[in-house]
């Protein structure tokens, strides 16, 4: 089969899985993109707080690991069944068991 004809077959296949909105829902996108076209774009200060939320419980969440890496490995092959004491934020967290 040529690329040509492999393409063709594939646009073939591919037309029943295209979308194609209703009137009323293609006014409702229509008018959802000028909406979103009309506004002005965020300030630095707007930018900075939506980046701001998701990086730190990024770096919690890493830091929290690191924490449990340092402490599982401090302890060496002996294991024991007393669980690990883990305080962030006023909020302790027992892991192990």
């Not at 993109?33 to 919690?60: D, H, I, K």
């Amino acid at each position: 089969m040529t690329e040509e004809r492999f393409f063709e077959q594939l646009r073939r296949d591919a037309w029943a899985l295209r979308y194609e909105p209703d009137e009323q829902r293609l006014r409702r996108i229509e008018a959802a993109v000028r909406m979103r076209l009309a506004e002005e774009p965020p300030t630095v200060a707007q930018l900075l707080a939506l980046w701001f939320r998701p990086l730190a419980a990024s770096l919690t969440a890493l830091a929290v690991a690191a924490i449990l890496a340092v402490t599982l490995s401090g302890r060496g092959a002996d294991l024991s069944t007393e669980p690990i004491e883990v305080s962030i934020g006023g909020a302790s967290y027992s892991v192990g068991e």
